[in-house]
């Protein structure tokens, strides 16, 4: 236990070696850490925070895109499933569903497909075209290095063959009929154990992807899109198999980007679980705890969903607040949804986002597009017509009033949909001149009114229902803020 604290705190020294930490004067922050400045955000007191200071809050979605969660092969088998296609219209699109952000899945199999070869540069060019896409639409983007069942030869996607280790007995290809049975097989479970191990095998692999991790972040280091690296999805390990990546990548991804967020998860298991073990000391900073949320999504009765209230819903949010102020870090939940056909959907998908308002947390709605698997997703689709259509009941259950950077420290946050009324309320930073942003769901229509500390006031409009309105700025006082929508029939 000493070993690893001592390892942690090293780990925060080297990271802050010349980081770019300031404290602004009178910040009436809720903690004496430093602010640590980022481009285009940083993280202070266990917030994501804007180049002006503003605490952001981030509502976005997962898409995987064709081409770069391509599962097709150079052998002749056949790919696993077909993924969608991303385009400026989807961007768009985005944009008018509320999100403002986007969580890239990215593969080490398409980065790095053999073991000498060196980087895949057309993979990375279509990353990049993914990203000036969504930044012409205002979207910032998380770029998730992202694996199911541990590689596209033995399961989903991830690593390439040569990181298999022991080697595959049997390489798979598609359909994509039986990703369960794939996540619990022998061959999957071993690489998991040795990548995660304490072996010379998988030392040596989490060293070649903590170099494929920080050529990705030296290429995209400077993109204004990008927030920052989720360093691996879904990890099948302990705490101290995390700990063991988190030890090698950290301080590397770190140096290679100091303006962007290093984003962790816990182990998988949490999905189920709805809970993860508390860390004996934080990672450092720059960093995001980035949990998924699946509460009855994948391990539930029919019975148990009729059941379900809000305050089933409550605990693994809950938990996720809890643990990552252990980890002092913002809390960004990177996955959470649930079957859009499912008993009780449209309440699951309204009492998850009210409950991430509630403790603060910034996340990722999974998915964009699905035409594969459970055809998930924002979207129908239509295999006759090969064409999607919006699932509107989802797009109204989604359509919120909701903090997007707050000009100040919020302490509530919470929009009742029945009569139409957001109230923010935050205690003051004299060091933020800037407006709030608050983004209203282009679905719920425009603002009625708008109050700061029950007093009426002006706003401007922005693209895509945003709009910006002062409340307190230039004092340390505690304030609530009011906009008013048309009441949800």
């Not at 499933?81 to 569903?97: F, T």
């Not at 699905?370 to 998930?376: A, H």
Request: glycine share 8%; net charge negative.
């Amino acid at each position: 236990m000493i070993r690893r604290a001592a390892l942690l705190i090293a780990l925060s020294t080297v990271a802050c070696a010349g980081d770019d930490a300031a404290e602004p004067p009178d910040t009436n922050a809720p903690c004496s850490r430093p602010a640590r400045k980022g481009s285009p955000l940083g993280e202070h007191c266990g917030q994501l925070i804007d180049e002006a200071g503003r605490v952001v809050l981030l509502r976005g979605v997962n898409a995987r895109v064709e081409g770069l969660f391509d599962v097709t092969f150079d052998d002749g088998r056949k790919a696993l499933e077909e993924i969608p296609s991303y385009s400026a219209e989807d961007a768009q699109a985005m944009r008018d569903w509320g999100f403002d952000s986007l969580r890239l899945p990215i593969n080490w199999s398409g980065i790095e497909p053999t073991k000498d070869g060196g980087f895949d540069q057309k993979y990375l060019d279509r990353v990049e075209q993914v990203l000036d896409l969504s930044h012409a639409a205002g979207l910032r983007v998380l770029l998730d290095l992202h694996q199911d069942a541990y590689s596209k030869e033995i399961g989903e996607d991830g690593a390439p063959l040569w990181a298999i280790v022991p080697p595959p007995t049997k390489l798979l290809e598609g359909p994509l009929t039986d990703l369960e049975d794939r996540r619990l097989s022998k061959q999957v479970l071993d690489a998991f154990d040795t990548f995660f191990g304490d072996s010379a095998d998988g030392t040596f692999l989490r060293e070649r992807f903590t170099q494929m991790a920080v050529h990705v972040m030296q290429r995209f280091g400077d993109h204004p899109a990008v927030i920052g690296l989720e360093i691996f999805n879904e990890p099948i390990a302990t705490i101290e198999g995390i700990d063991r990546l988190n030890a090698a990548a950290y301080a590397a991804i770190r140096g290679a980007a100091p303006k962007k967020l290093y984003l962790f998860e816990p182990s998988s298991t949490r999905n189920v679980l709805d809970t993860a073990p508390l860390p004996e000391a934080p990672l450092g900073p720059m960093t995001g705890y980035a949990p998924h949320v699946y509460t009855l999504a994948f391990v539930s009765t029919n019975a148990q969903k009729q059941a379900m209230t809000k305050a089933t819903l409550r605990t693994s949010n809950e938990n996720a607040r809890l643990e990552a102020d252990a980890w002092q870090a913002p809390l960004v939940i990177t996955e959470w949804g649930f079957d859009p056909n499912a008993i009780k959907a449209g309440e699951y998908f309204t009492w998850q986002s009210e409950l991430q308002d509630e403790y603060g947390a910034s996340s990722f709605f999974w998915v964009w597009k699905e035409r594969s698997q459970g055809n998930w997703g924002c979207f129908d689709f239509d295999p006759a017509t090969q064409k999607f259509s919006e699932r509107t009941p989802l797009k109204q259950a989604l359509g919120r009033v909701r903090p997007m950077a707050v000009a100040g420290w919020p302490t509530r946050s919470a929009f009742d949909r029945k009569t139409g009324v957001f109230e923010l309320e935050l205690d003051g930073n004299p060091s933020v001149r800037e407006p709030h942003r608050i983004a209203v769901a282009p679905a719920l229509g425009a603002p009625s009114a708008a109050e700061c500390d029950d007093q009426p006031i002006e706003w401007d409009s922005a693209e895509h229902g945003e709009i910006r309105l002062r409340c307190g700025q230039g004092d340390s006082g505690h304030h609530r803020l009011r906009v008013r929508v048309p009441p949800a029939p």
